[in-house]
């Protein structure tokens, strides 16, 4: 999965670096909403695929994504009623 988020926001940025409008990239904020019923346990960052050895990590790039766990928002702090209902249980 941060293999695929990874190519999405460059692919993004490449797409921006062809607009001769923009003087400057605009940032991509990407977030991964989860709704599967196991829990999350896909890497979250691409160095987690490799084995890298200590004194060459900070030479190697990494790419973190951000997971929001469906299941684990705490549904009680959202007011409206329908918003906290998951279409399931409709």
Request: no cysteine; aromatic share 12%; proline share 4%.
């Amino acid at each position: 999965m941060v293999i695929r988020y990874g190519n999405y926001e460059m692919t993004e940025y490449l797409k921006q670096l062809k607009n001769k409008k923009l003087k400057r990239l605009v940032p991509q904020v990407m977030i991964v909403f989860y709704t599967g019923d196991k829990k999350w346990n896909t890497p979250l960052e691409l160095n987690d695929y490799f084995d890298i050895p200590e004194e060459l990590k900070e030479y190697v790039n990494d790419w973190k994504i951000k997971v929001v766990d469906v299941k684990e928002i705490d549904t009680s702090k959202i007011k409206d009623v329908q918003t906290r209902s998951h279409p399931r249980d409709v």
